[in-house]
C-alpha cells in the first residue's frame, strides 16, 4: 500500500513542543540527515570529534519542524528530538553528556528570529 506524505506546518520555535537534540561524539559524517531533512536545517561543522568525523549540527534551527526524519535515518542513533522542557532542564544544569548539542538553545538571541522567553 502506497502512502501520501502528510504536510507537515513549520511553527516558530517556540511553539515547537520538542527540540532537535545532536550527539556529536555519536555522528560518523554519513550526511544522511542533511540530505533527507526537508527544511535543509543541518550541515556538518569542520570540528573533529573524538572519531575523527565532522559532526552535523544545525545551521537553520528556526527552519526545522520537528518532522523527525533526521532521528529515523541516523544509523548511528546521533541525533534526534527530545522534549523541551527536560531538555532545557538538563541544558541549565550542565548535565549534558560531552558533545552534546542542542542548537536551540545555544543560538545567540540576537541572531534568533524569535526570542525565547
Ligand atoms: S526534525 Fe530533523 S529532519 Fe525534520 S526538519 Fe528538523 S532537523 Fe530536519
Ligand atoms: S545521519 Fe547521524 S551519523 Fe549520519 S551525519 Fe547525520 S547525525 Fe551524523
Known sequence: MSSVP????PKPPRTRERVLVILQEQCKECGLCIE???????CFTDIYNRKGYHPVTACDIDACVNCE???RICPDMAIFLAGREEAKKAYK?????EGTVIPEFEAKPAERKEKSK
Request: aromatic share 10%.
Open 93 to 97: 544544569a550542565g548535565a549534558l553528556e
Open 6 to 9: 502528510t504536510p507537515v506546518t
Open 36 to 42: 533527507f531533512c526537508p527544511k535543509k536545517v543541518l
Open 69 to 71: 526524519f533526521c532521528e
